[in-house]
């Protein structure tokens, strides 16, 4: 019983004494290193800051740590970009100037400068600095396109690319005609008889160009309007998704465009066998991606996201998304 008390009274001394290390014991400061980032010149980066995508951006910047350092790096979103290994010296100091090129994508993206020891430890970082690249294209989404109506005519079938706006004919009419760059229709199937032509049927992307020969917006009267001669093409690659600046757009459109760009898609094949047209095309549907360019001479691509249903039908619409060169 006695031997159990002293054992007792000694865990509690115990406690105390650590209890009492643990109010005294100052929380050790990881971050021992002082990072300057000194500036230069006009490209040199010591603070957050918003570029143009592809500018030149320019780190200069020194690092003085009270241990000795071996690994000095430069970091962008928090994964290494330039690791630098100091060979020579004290190694208590170390200076660098770090030209880049700015993304091309969107920003921001975070800079910051870190240093560990010969063993790896971690020694300290610098402040984090946002380097924010603003978009060289517009992003548009969601815009619906609906069947043209005979009535009314308040369907909206046409959009320019430029600014996302989207006009029925009642409401573009002249005055809006010459920002409109394609317009949208549904073509529905006809009888094929031997010598005549079959009209190609499915829903229809075309230049304000093409009408009305052949009209395929036949009730409405443009005589008047401006139409711009938009070119297209239908292609998967590369993704709408993986498209992120203009320098992208372009190069996607450069690429696709080359050869096979109609004012039309889908584009529309017609073979004569026997006295006999024939047209071959394939129809447009949800997910395809068109890469177009204005008459203006911007580059664009479009997503088709949604059709609702095949039909001429008042209600017929398609969703779209659009990235634009600005």
Not at 15 to 27: E, V
Not at 89 to 101: E, P, Q, R, T
Not at 145 to 167: E, H, M, Q, R, W
Not at 291 to 320: D, E, L, P, R
Request: hydrophobic share 40%; glycine share 6%; with cysteine.
């Amino acid at each position: 019983m006695k031997k159990n008390i002293m054992l007792f009274c000694a865990s509690v001394m115990l406690f105390g004494m650590l209890a009492g290390c643990s109010k005294n014991t100052p929380i050790p400061n990881f971050n021992t290193i002082t990072v300057t980032f000194i500036n230069s010149g006009p490209k040199f980066v010591t603070s957050d800051i918003t570029v143009n995508p592809k500018d030149s951006i320019q780190f200069n910047y020194s690092v003085t740590s009270p241990t000795r350092m071996q690994y000095v790096y430069l970091m962008k979103n928090g994964a290494v970009l330039i690791a630098d290994t100091l060979k020579s010296g004290n190694k208590l100091s170390f200076s660098a100037i770090k030209k880049l090129v700015a993304d091309t994508a969107a920003g921001p993206f975070t800079y910051a400068v870190i240093a560990r020891d010969t063993a790896g430890v971690y020694l300290g970082t610098s402040q984090v600095i946002n380097v924010t690249t603003t978009p060289d294209f517009i992003y548009y989404t969601n815009r619906n396109l609906f069947v043209p109506d005979t009535t009314a005519k308040t369907n909206t079938c046409y959009i320019s690319a430029s600014t996302g706006n989207t006009f029925s004919y009642t409401s573009a009419g002249v005055a809006n005609s010459a920002s409109i760059d394609m317009e949208y229709y549904y073509r529905p199937d006809s009888a094929q008889t031997a010598g005549v032509k079959k009209t190609p049927f499915g829903h229809f992307i075309s230049a304000l160009s093409v009408s009305p020969s052949p009209a395929p917006i036949s009730m409405y009267d443009i005589s008047t309007w401006t139409k711009n001669a938009t070119i297209f093409k239908v292609s998967a690659t590369p993704t709408f998704a993986s498209v992120l600046s203009g320098g992208g757009i372009k190069s996607g459109c450069l690429t696709n465009l080359k050869t096979g760009a109609t004012n039309t898609v889908p584009a529309v094949t017609t073979t004569v066998s026997s006295g006999k047209q024939t047209d071959t095309f394939t129809a447009l549907a949800s997910g395809n991606v068109i890469w177009f360019k204005t008459a203006a001479g911007k580059y664009g691509v479009m997503q088709i996201s949604y059709i609702n249903q095949n039909s001429a039908a008042k209600g017929t619409f398609m969703t779209v998304d659009i990235k634009i060169q600005k």
